[in-house]
């Protein structure tokens, strides 16, 4: 449903390269998701797949139309949500509906049914300026105007950030419903924890993808047993199991450390700690997360 | 054809929303049009004359009599010496200096001729320059008054000289004497030739018939060419125009719906204009008001194409304010709204005919005063168009490129 072949495009006339040599396939009814932190080249991607922005190299093709001489048949196939907010603020929620339904030539009406469920919630404040509503209204109204003309494909560029964490899970329910009606959906994120809502995910880091495939893959591509370290001097036990010579690396999660061992080092730790005044450390064996596969990669 | 529709839709449901916008749009400048040009008067009233009468005889009494009763001036003093006189114009008290010499009347009566010296204040530069006008009239005219009244029918009459010039710039003259000394054959009509001029189109020479014409046009200017600009931009910076990028919304479309908005807001505001030109001057177009507003669409046509490219050069709205300030200052200063474009270098007026506004408000002027059709104005409406095509062609491949 989406190709890419080799996608680079750089800005300032070359000194910077935002992506580099980026192939990937989409599937059709496929939800896939680009997953990495800001400047990873996301949003380039988008706005090359969208025929807003044209490759230096590479070829792309979006529902078999090519980006560059068939961007005007991509225009009228695909929904767009950019990661600002970019509806007319001073418009209410019908209005900017019922534009963006009559730009594409057709009407609320036609497509309620794909809309319903997401419209509905936000009906009771139609008369609003977009302006004047949340961001998770905002949001809302944004894929409602992204979807009105039922495309075949969704690009949703960081829909979820700035978002509260309630909207963030009734987001994704919603992309799911959308997935069942056939939509093939590309979506980024910076969030790792949204990655397991994806059908397969791209990890992407400075232009650059890292890795390809579904969560469990990549999760269980994590080559080395991960434990979590904790005790109530957080602080101070990351420095000392950074100190450590058995550790291999150690990140700071939450109230835990998250630790990689050289082989057969991970008995002796909590000794070492005790002799430097961790009393009450303690370590487990835990899953990896794709947070930890991301820093593990770029590590490696 | 119906995407047009719904962009039209949209754009005034988002103009007629914008209550601060149309308040800026359509009541500032009637507001403006009511009092820019009870500013723009060239007529000079209330200069400051300060005397300097070394001569305090009966005839020196009956010249300054008759300089104050002219209206244009005020007495602000009666000195000594030339020196008080200067310090008065050195500390502002006064704008013109006149200095009448020892022996005026014996002279004039007897050598036929003295000189008077005026020293006039440059730093404004109108009220120098009509000021010493006004003032040599008046003494003109008083020559001949007192010719006419000694009853001398000796036509040499004429001694003027001027004099060097003070230190504030000077425009010094003459008064021609009389001529009595015993003539002979009293009561022989003069001789004289007279050139009297009238004024055509404007007989009395007024301002605001000429003035409000020219800042109607200065007002749409600003209106058409800014707005439109900052409306586009405002899309770009909202991120809206990229959403509509990805629609199947053709570019000419877009254009054009926002480019009819500002087309009938001009109109509106055209219309006003005229009505407060009529309510508050009395001025009612003189031509056909078809050639009025045929020629209007085609400006508004050329300024709403600067716009546009002014749009596709600038990122954020502080941007196209700028460059659009650049551009409306320019065509105010210049396009023979306040000064005579023909007074201009030549390489001057061929930069200043690439200015829409210098042909608008030529054609307003030739309208309105003179009543000109289509025919009169076929130079400057051509020149017009083929700009606006220039400017529009200019800015849709300059959008092209940049989106």
């Known amino acids: ?300 | 054809m119906k995407t047009l529709r719904f962009l039209l839709e949209k754009e005034f449901r988002q103009i007629l929303r914008n209550r601060q916008i149309l308040r800026t749009l359509l009541i500032a400048p009637v507001i403006q049009l009511i009092l820019l040009p009870l500013a723009a008067d060239y007529s000079v009233k209330n200069i400051s004359i300060v005397v300097v009468d070394n001569d305090h005889s009966p005839i020196s009494q009956r010249l300054i009599n008759k300089i104050t009763a002219s209206g244009h001036f005020r007495l602000t003093g009666y000195t000594a010496s030339y020196n008080e006189a200067l310090t008065m114009v050195e500390q502002d008290q006064a704008d013109i200096a006149l200095q009448i010499p020892t022996n005026f009347e014996r002279d004039l009566v007897r050598e036929n001729a003295k000189q008077l010296f005026i020293a006039v204040n440059a730093i404004e530069g109108t009220k120098a320059n009509l000021g010493g006008a006004y003032l040599n009239t008046i003494i003109r005219d008083y020559n001949a008054d007192i010719r006419i009244r000694w009853q001398s029918p000796n036509p040499t009459a004429a001694a003027p000289a001027t004099n060097p010039g003070a230190t504030p710039s000077t425009a010094s003259t003459i008064t021609a004497a009389p001529a009595s000394h015993g003539t002979p054959t009293a009561n022989t009509p003069v001789p004289q030739i007279t050139a009297t001029s009238s004024n055509w189109y404007n007989p009395y020479l007024n301002f605001k018939l000429y003035m409000v014409p020219a800042i109607l046009v200065v007002l749409v200017t600003a209106m058409a060419a800014m707005q439109s600009a900052f409306n586009i931009v405002q899309e770009k910076e909202s991120g809206t125009i990229e959403q509509i990028n990805v629609t199947p919304i053709k570019k000419h479309w877009f254009i054009l719906g926002k480019m009819i908005p500002f087309l009938v807001l001009g109109i509106i505001l055209f219309t006003l204009g005229l009505l407060v030109g009529w309510l508050f001057y009395g001025i009612i177009p003189v031509g056909n008001l078809l050639v009025l507003y045929a020629s209007l669409i085609v400006y508004l046509f050329a300024m709403l194409g600067l716009g546009l490219l002014l749009a596709t050069y600038s990122g954020t709205q502080q941007q196209a304010m700028s460059l659009a300030f650049f551009f409306i200052n320019i065509f105010n200063m210049m396009s023979g709204v306040f000064t005579a474009i023909d007074s201009m270098p030549g390489w001057a007026q061929a930069i200043v005919a690439t200015f829409p506004p210098s042909h608008f408000i030529k054609i307003m002027r030739m309208v309105v005063l003179k009543g000109s059709g289509f025919s009169d104005i076929v130079y400057p409406i051509t020149a017009m168009a083929a700009i606006g095509l220039v400017l529009n062609t200019w800015a849709v491949l300059n959008y092209r490129k940049t989106n």
């Open chain 1, 1 to 300: 449903m989406i190709t890419l072949d080799h996608i680079t495009k750089t800005y300032n006339k070359g000194q910077f390269t935002a992506v580099k040599d980026i192939s990937f396939e989409v599937q059709p009814g496929e939800l896939f998701g680009l997953i990495g932190p800001d400047g990873a080249g996301k949003t380039t991607l988008f706005r090359i797949l969208t025929t807003l922005l044209l490759p230096d190299q590479g070829r792309a093709v979006v529902n078999n139309f090519d980006v560059v001489k068939d961007y005007a048949k991509i225009r009228s196939c695909v929904g767009y949500m950019p990661g600002r907010f970019s509806l007319y603020q001073d418009l209410t929620i019908e209005e900017n509906l019922n534009f963006f339904a009559t730009v594409f030539g057709t009407t609320i009406e036609e497509n309620y049914d794909l809309v319903k469920d997401i419209y509905q919630q936000i009906e009771p404040f139609k008369d609003r300026r977009a302006g004047k509503l949340s961001g998770g209204m905002k949001q809302k109204l944004a894929l409602c105007c992204a979807l009105i003309h039922k495309p075949a494909v969704l690009f949703l560029d960081e829909p979820t950030t700035g978002v509260d964490v309630v909207s963030r899970k009734e987001f994704w329910d919603m992309l799911k419903r959308l997935k069942q009606e056939g939509i093939t959906i590309l979506v980024s994120t910076p969030y790792m924890d949204e990655a397991n809502r994806c059908d397969r995910i791209a990890l992407m880091q400075k232009g650059s993808i890292l890795s390809i495939d579904t969560p469990d893959g990549i999760v269980k591509a994590f080559p080395e047993e991960l434990y979590a370290v904790r005790s109530s001097q957080t602080h101070s036990l990351l420095r000392e199991v950074r100190a450590y010579d058995g550790t291999d690396s150690c990140f700071a999660f939450g109230d835990s450390l998250h630790v990689t061992f050289k082989t057969g080092k991970s008995q002796d730790l909590l000794p070492y700690l005790k002799s430097k005044g961790q009393t009450d450390a303690t370590i487990q064996p835990i899953e990896p997360g794709i947070e930890d596969c991301f820093i593990h990669l770029l590590k490696g």
